[in-house]
C-alpha cells in the first residue's frame, strides 16, 4: 500500500503543501512497468504499430530478446566476437 506523507514547501504562505510517497520503491516500481515500455515501443515505431498494449508490449520484448539470443549465439559459434 502507498503510504503518502504531507510537507511544507518553503515560501510566502505557509500553506503550499504537496504530498510525496513515503519510500522511493513506488516511484521507482511504476517507472519501469509494461505500460512504460509499450510506451516506449510506440514511440520508436513511430506510431506505426497505433496504440500498444502491455501484452503486445511483452509479445515485442520476447521476440527481441530471442532474436538477440540468436544472433549472439550465431555470432559465438563462427569463433568471432559479436
Do not use: H
Request: hydrophobic letters at 45%; glycine letters at 8%.
Amino acid at each position: 500500500m502507498l503510504k503518502l506523507t504531507n510537507i511544507c514547501l518553503p515560501g510566502k504562505n505557509s500553506t503550499l503543501q504537496t504530498t510525496l510517497p513515503a519510500n522511493d520503491k513506488a516511484v521507482v516500481k511504476n517507472l519501469f512497468s509494461w505500460r512504460t515500455v509499450a510506451k516506449v515501443y510506440q514511440f520508436l515505431s513511430w506510431r506505426l504499430l497505433g496504440e500498444v498494449t502491455e501484452e503486445e508490449a511483452k509479445g515485442y520484448t520476447k521476440v527481441l530478446l530471442l532474436l538477440f539470443s540468436a544472433v549472439a549465439i550465431g555470432g559465438l559459434m563462427e569463433g568471432g566476437a559479436i
